[in-house]
């Protein structure tokens, strides 16, 4: 990655050429700077000043400086920052709100662009847009330019041929406190998903816990550890269940440890026909917290789903038989209709590659955390599938999840 920074009235050394887009134009002492990667802007503080180069040109906001660049070799880009007039309450003020670059040639394919700006006396970035975001990331995507890592929301992107502008939808950054602008290249890094940040996510989506997507509601629906409508991560209803990974707490295991299998779980409902209903989709967080609270050790079902952490969260859980339900399905292959509809039919996916549902699973029962009464848990035969209740004793699979 390159950068660089020339200042007025002292020694330098640069080896790539910096030249005005416009014609020269003389003024006197500034007090701020915006620098561009081998180039330095000087900005004054106030919108509508001058943007004087380091030779001592100006020029006005809303045009540009030609540079070269570390991608770009001897062809040169055209940078232009912009400030916008926000209106506030009885006042309003000039933001560094939008920054254009053209002339990109084809070498600069595949490259991160990355904007940051400075006051006159720190080293540390200033937050620019999306509240305290610092750093504005664009990537090249051969020749598409495409919002960058940590850049997909508070700021939007116009994309041409060897341009792009990117606009900061709510900036933070006034002009009078910014000095300098740096604008780096250098190998793209790649960003998470939209669903790997929690946002948006499709149907066998790796998610932010690392698992893959199995279910969907529109409407939401409670969740959370005490099954509320603020119980997801965000304090809301959640809408997306989450499978962990087949390497997730791999084993088998009984539904209660040994000295609690035989005894009822007050605070899980005890369904003699099994509960399929949307009612019971997100409940498995708290029935998996009732049976950890009730003594079992980490030998028993829900006791090793609440101890997966993949993704560096700590909010997965044995699902319950509603729950598993959807994920019998999608281990299945089998196209949703209702929540309500029992799992039938389809072809499980016993490998390891991507298929139409999930993967690695095995032709047996899992367990859920519903509880069918002081002795039985639910749980379904993927194999055939067949949903059932065993005897709390026995050692079984189980998959993880996780709502949000």
């Known amino acids: 990655m390159a950068k660089g920074e020339v200042r007025p009235n002292a020694d330098y050394y640069c080896d790539d050429p910096v030249t005005p887009a416009v014609k020269r134009r003389n003024f006197g002492a500034l007090t701020s700077s915006v620098m561009l990667i081998v180039a330095g802007l000087f900005l004054s503080n106030t919108f509508a000043a001058n943007i004087s180069l380091s030779s001592g040109a100006g020029v006005e906001f809303g045009q540009g400086v030609s540079m070269t660049t570390a991608c770009s070799g001897s062809q040169a880009l055209t940078v232009t920052p912009y400030s916008t007039f926000v209106n506030s309450s009885g006042a309003g003020s000039y933001y560094f709100s939008s920054i254009k670059v053209s ?52 700021a939007s992107i116009s994309s041409g041929s060897g341009t792009f502008t990117i606009t900061f939808t709510d900036p933070v950054a ?107 989709i997100g409940l498995g ?3 998996s917290i009732a049976v950890v609270n009730q003594g079992n050790n980490s030998t028993s079902a829900a006791v090793a789903a609440r101890a997966y952490q993949g993704g560096a969260k700590n909010d997965w859980y044995l699902p319950s038989q509603s729950e598993l339900n959807q994920m019998c399905k ?37 367990w859920s955390s519903s509880e069918r009464e002081s002795s039985n848990g639910w749980g379904i035969y993927f194999s055939g599938p067949t949903p059932d209740y065993l005897s709390k004793f026995h050692v079984r699979y189980i998959r993880p999840v996780r709502a949000f």
Do not use: M
């Open 103 to 154: 002339g990109i040639p084809s070498s600069c394919n595949g490259f991160d662009f990355t904007i940051n700006a400075y006051n006159s006396s720190g080293n540390s970035p200033l937050a620019i847009f999306n509240t305290s975001s610092t750093s504005a990331v664009v990537h090249n995507n051969a020749g598409t330019f495409q919002l960058g890592v940590g850049t997909t929301t508070g």
């Open 174 to 280: 006034t002009s009078g406190a910014v000095s300098r602008v740096t604008l780096q290249t250098g190998e793209h890094v790649a960003g998470l998903t939209l669903c790997q940040q929690g946002i948006t996510c499709s149907i066998g989506d790796i998610g932010p816990g690392g698992g893959n997507i199995f279910y969907y509601s529109s409407a939401g629906f409670n969740c959370g550890p005490t099954f509320t409508s603020t119980g997801s991560p965000t304090n809301g209803l959640c809408h997306y269940l989450e499978a962990a990974p087949s390497s997730a707490a791999s084993g088998t295991f009984p539904y209660a440890s040994t000295g609690f299998d035989n005894l009822d779980i007050s605070t899980i409902p005890s369904d003699t026909n099994a509960d399929y209903t949307s009612a019971a």
């Open 285 to 287: 967080y708290k029935n």
């Open 330 to 366: 999608w281990a299945r292959g089998v196209a949703w209709t209702s929540d309500t509809t029992v799992c039938s039919g389809g072809t499980l996916n016993l490998g390891t590659g991507a298929g139409l549902g999930a993967s690695g699973f095995v032709s047996n029962f899992y």
